[in-house]
T-cell receptor, first 115, second 112 residues
Framework: AQSVTQPDIHITVSEGASLELRCNYSYGATPYLFWYVQSPGQGLQLLLKYFSGDTLVQGIKGFEAEFKRSQSSFNLRKPSVHWSDAAEYFCAVGAGSGATNKLIFGTGTLLAVQP | NAGVMQNPRHLVRRRGQEARLRCSPMKGHSHVYWYRQLPEEGLKFMVYLQKENIIDESGMPKERFSAEFPKEGPSILRIQQVVRGDSAAYFC??????????FGPGTRLTVT
């Protein structure tokens, strides 16, 4: 069965420091992969997506992610974190026949940013 | 282009009452998904609908929950005879013909 693992429940970084959030997936075929961000009490905003092609994808707000098939990973990175990046981040894989079907989410990583 | 709209944003129901959650997809999107987020958990898929059709309801509880997406009007997630365990945030997402899903702000249901 498809699954997504986000090993880090909480991460704290200093403002200006680099960030990497880990995501591992289990999926039989070529996955469709997504990162979403959720601010408290809000809905989810799509940061970036991977369907095929270049394994390094660029997203909004200066985020990027790299798909590594050999490691079944899709880690999210940002070179310099801003205080406004504090939020919860969810990795997801598109399941079913095509990416228009349901998303399987990880349990999320809560990011805190220290001044 | 307005985003996905959900209402109400907050809903309080007593045990045994019915809850109706509405979702208006983005213009031009004909695919709607419902997800539930329990406290301290990630989102769990509930149901996937296209206009007038339920495509995948594998995540829906077998009893008390139903969903529809009529030809006209919003998609409705209906929970009958609510219990405390139904308290959660319910998110709707819509999608164009393929790929990414766009999420609404959610409805936070509290059962007292």
């Amino acid at each position: 069965a498809q699954s997504v693992t986000q090993p880090d429940i909480h991460i704290t970084v200093s403002e200006g420091a680099s960030l990497e959030l880990r995501c591992n997936y289990s999926y039989g075929a070529t996955p469709y992969l997504f990162w979403y961000v959720q601010s408290p009490g809000q809905g989810l905003q799509l940061l970036l997506k991977y369907f095929s092609g270049d394994t390094l994808v660029q997203g909004i707000k200066g985020f990027e992610a790299e798909f590594k098939r050999s490691q079944s990973s899709f880690n999210l990175r940002k070179p310099s974190v801003h205080w406004s990046d504090a939020a919860e981040y969810f990795c997801a894989v598109g399941a079913g026949s095509g990416a228009t079907n349901k998303l399987i989410f990880g349990t999320g990583t809560l990011l805190a940013v220290q001044p | 282009n307005a985003g996905v709209m959900q209402n109400p944003r907050h809903l309080v129901r007593r045990r045994g009452q019915e809850a109706r959650l509405r979702c208006s997809p983005m213009k031009g999107h004909s695919h709607v998904y419902w997800y539930r987020q329990l406290p301290e958990e990630g989102l769990k898929f509930m149901v996937y609908l296209q206009k007038e059709n339920i495509i995948d309801e594998s995540g829906m509880p077998k009893e008390r929950f139903s969903a529809e997406f009529p030809k006209e009007g919003p998609s409705i997630l209906r929970i009958q005879q609510v219990v405390r365990g139904d308290s959660a945030a319910y998110f709707c997402a819509s999608s164009p013909t393929e790929y990414e899903q766009y999420f609404g702000p959610g409805t936070r249901l509290t059962v007292t």
